[in-house]
């Protein structure tokens, strides 16, 4: 016979499933209130994180608590279940890293703060990302992202710009000193999945990078906030990786390295995986990163990158604003890319491309394999407080091609006899100041290509969707 304390604990068990289902028709009643939020796809059923036994005094653990709640909603997740939504409600919420569901919204109120766990022991050691053939900081494994998942459909991460913070600062120590035996997690991670839609939230502080799909499409990046010293190391904003269909807009970034890397993973590793990132949209971008990119492509480019688009960019205080990095062992290619109106100040370069970015991931790869870089188009660029209006250096015999730059003014911070440097390149230029090294003289119309098509992303689209929380749970909606 089951004993009274198992009985009691079945007993409170089913009744809490029980309360968190009514959500799903039920009318608001005493002591819950009704909000609104914008997404694409709306939730029939809504739990709270405090339903889970979930604690927001910022001490307590709540990784068991989340990976609880998210178990709970997947059930929800199939056909015809509606899909659910885990509603954080104010307060401090330390976790270890968990996993989303499909058909899942993460919402958080505006002071909602999810806490990245300072000990090391509750982030799980997973693989290396197959088309990397390691971790990036360490050969190896990894540890799991503070919020991950892997294949995954129509996933939301949103709220009233609630905040998530990796509590980096220990990671960024260990990194410094050497002391870790595995590559940093990040903040967000989905892997092998589509529809992804993540705005009006705050992250600071990630171990590393903050948000990276990869092997995914179909994915927006609307309304973020990022933040990190801009000493952190390797803190990039928003890395989409070998991702297809990727609309970022509206973010302000400040990083210790690229606000926005689109990469397509490295090496032989990437060859034989040979996934490319494509059909890519930035747009209203700020961005302050002084040792790093505004947009970067690349290094880890072996998949192929292609159709890049970026317009109304902001950045200040930046090394440089568009750079392509890339190597021979690379391979692969990257095409297509189409930048205009981007307001710059203080920056050591505008515009930067190498093909000799030194970063491998081991000495396998294949000298045979030369980068593609072509078709590279910039216009409707003003910048101050410049440094050098351009570094671009091509791969002898393989020089970067098809560039073109117009309508572009850098106003040099000190006077420079060379404010280009160019090798191996070639490239039109027109109504550009300081006037461009000689590989790029060449005469054309005076404007630079720029799509005219609207991309599949672009017309993704939200709707206001309605949720209920206990009024315990701090509200919150618009």
Same mark, same amino acid.
């Given at each position: 016979?089951?004993?009274?304390?198992?009985?009691?604990?079945?007993?409170?068990?089913?009744?809490?499933?029980?309360?968190?289902?009514?959500?799903?028709?039920?009318?608001?009643?005493?002591?819950?209130?009704?909000?609104?939020?914008?997404?694409?796809?709306?939730?029939?059923? &809504?739990? @709270?994180?405090?339903?889970?036994?979930?604690?927001?005094?910022? *001490?307590?653990?709540? &990784?068991?608590?989340?990976?609880?709640?998210?178990?709970?909603?997947?059930?929800?997740?199939?056909?015809?279940? =509606?899909?659910?939504?885990?509603?954080?409600?104010?307060?401090?919420?330390?976790?270890?890293?968990?996993?989303?569901?499909?058909?899942?919204?993460?919402?958080?109120?505006? $002071?909602?703060?999810?806490?990245?766990?300072?000990?090391?022991?509750?982030?799980?050691?997973? /693989?290396?990302?197959?088309?990397? !053939?390691?971790?990036?900081?360490?050969?190896?494994?990894?540890?799991?992202?503070?919020?991950?998942?892997?294949?995954?459909?129509?996933?939301?991460?949103?709220?009233?710009? !609630?905040?998530?913070?990796?509590?980096?600062?220990?990671?960024? @120590?260990?990194?410094?000193?050497?002391?870790?035996?595995? *590559?940093?997690?990040?903040?967000?991670?989905?892997?092998?999945?589509? *529809?992804?839609?993540?705005? +009006?939230?705050?992250?600071? +502080?990630?171990?590393?990078?903050?948000?990276?799909?990869?092997?995914?499409?179909?994915?927006?990046?609307?309304?973020? &906030?990022?933040?990190?010293?801009?000493?952190?190391?390797?803190? /990039?904003?928003?890395?989409? /990786?070998?991702?297809?269909?990727?609309?970022?807009?509206?973010?302000?970034?400040?990083?210790?390295? $690229?606000?926005?890397?689109?990469?397509?993973?490295?090496?032989?590793?990437?060859?034989?995986?040979?996934?490319?990132?494509?059909?890519? #949209?930035?747009?209203?971008?700020?961005?302050?990163?002084?040792?790093?990119?505004?947009?970067?492509?690349?290094?880890?480019?072996?998949?192929?990158?292609?159709?890049?688009?970026?317009? $109304?960019?902001?950045?200040?205080?930046?090394?440089?604003?568009?750079?392509?990095?890339?190597?021979?062992?690379?391979?692969?290619?990257?095409?297509? %890319? #189409?930048?205009?109106?981007?307001?710059?100040?203080?920056?050591?370069?505008?515009?930067?491309?190498?093909?000799?970015?030194?970063?491998?991931?081991?000495?396998?790869?294949?000298?045979?394999?030369?980068?593609?870089?072509?078709?590279?188009?910039?216009?409707?660029?003003?910048?101050?407080?410049?440094?050098?209006?351009?570094?671009?250096?091509?791969?002898?015999?393989?020089?970067?091609?098809?560039?073109?730059?117009?309508? %572009?003014?850098?106003?040099?911070?000190?006077?420079?006899?060379?404010?280009?440097?160019?090798?191996?390149?070639?490239?039109?230029?027109?109504?550009? *100041?300081?006037?461009?090294?000689?590989?790029?003289?060449?005469?054309?119309?005076?404007?630079?290509?720029?799509?005219?098509?609207?991309?599949?992303?672009?017309?993704?689209?939200?709707?206001?969707?309605?949720?209920?929380?206990?009024?315990?749970?701090? =509200?919150?909606?618009?």
């Amino acid at each position: 016979m089951a004993s009274p304390l198992h009985l009691l604990r079945s007993l409170c068990l089913v009744f809490l499933a029980a309360s968190v289902a009514a959500r799903r028709h039920s009318p608001p009643a005493s002591g819950y209130g009704q909000s609104t939020y914008m997404a694409p796809s709306c939730r029939a059923h &809504t739990a @709270s994180l405090a339903d889970f036994g979930g604690v927001g005094d910022g *001490t307590t653990s709540n &990784t068991a608590a989340f990976r609880s709640a998210v178990e709970h909603l997947a059930q929800y997740s199939g056909d015809g279940g =509606g899909g659910g939504m885990l509603y954080v409600p104010a307060g401090k919420w330390l976790t270890g890293p968990f996993n989303l569901t499909s058909h899942f919204t993460l919402f958080l109120h505006s $002071d909602a703060v999810i806490l990245g766990s300072q000990d090391i022991n509750e982030w799980p050691i997973i /693989d290396p990302l197959p088309s990397y !053939g390691r971790g990036r900081d360490k050969i190896g494994g990894r540890y799991a992202s503070l919020i991950g998942g892997s294949n995954l459909t129509d996933v939301v991460i949103t709220g009233n710009n !609630g905040t998530i913070d990796g509590q980096g600062a220990t990671w960024w @120590s260990k990194f410094h000193g050497n002391k870790l035996k595995y *590559t940093r997690g990040y903040l967000i991670e989905v892997m092998h999945s589509d *529809t992804i839609f993540i705005s +009006n939230v705050t992250l600071l +502080n990630s171990p590393a990078w903050n948000i990276h799909p990869v092997y995914s499409s179909n994915i927006v990046v609307q309304g973020v &906030t990022i933040l990190a010293p801009t000493h952190s190391p390797n803190t /990039d904003g928003i890395n989409p /990786d070998s991702c297809s269909h990727v609309r970022i807009e509206d973010c302000y970034i400040v990083s210790g390295d $690229d606000c926005v890397a689109i990469k397509s993973v490295w090496d032989e590793y990437g060859i034989a995986y040979a996934m490319p990132s494509q059909h890519i #949209f930035v747009r209203r971008l700020t961005c302050v990163s002084p040792t790093s990119a505004v947009i970067a492509l690349g290094s880890e480019m072996s998949g192929g990158i292609q159709d890049v688009r970026a317009e $109304d960019i902001t950045a200040v205080n930046s090394e440089s604003g568009v750079r392509i990095k890339t190597a021979v062992g690379r391979g692969a290619f990257v095409r297509d %890319v #189409f930048v205009r109106r981007m307001k710059l100040d203080t920056m050591k370069w505008v515009f930067w491309m190498t093909g000799n970015y030194k970063s491998h991931p081991d000495d396998k790869f294949d000298p045979n394999a030369v980068p593609v870089v072509e078709n590279i188009s910039y216009q409707d660029v003003v910048a101050t407080g410049v440094n050098t209006a351009a570094r671009l250096e091509g791969i002898q015999g393989a020089p970067f091609r098809g560039i073109c730059i117009a309508n %572009v003014t850098a106003e040099m911070a000190k006077a420079r006899k060379y404010p280009w440097t160019c090798t191996d390149v070639e490239g039109v230029s027109a109504d550009v *100041t300081p006037a461009p090294c000689e590989p790029l003289k060449g005469a054309h119309d005076g404007a630079c290509p720029f799509p005219t098509d609207t991309l599949p992303i672009d017309q993704v689209t939200v709707q206001q969707c309605a949720y209920d929380v206990p009024s315990t749970g701090g =509200g919150g909606g618009n």
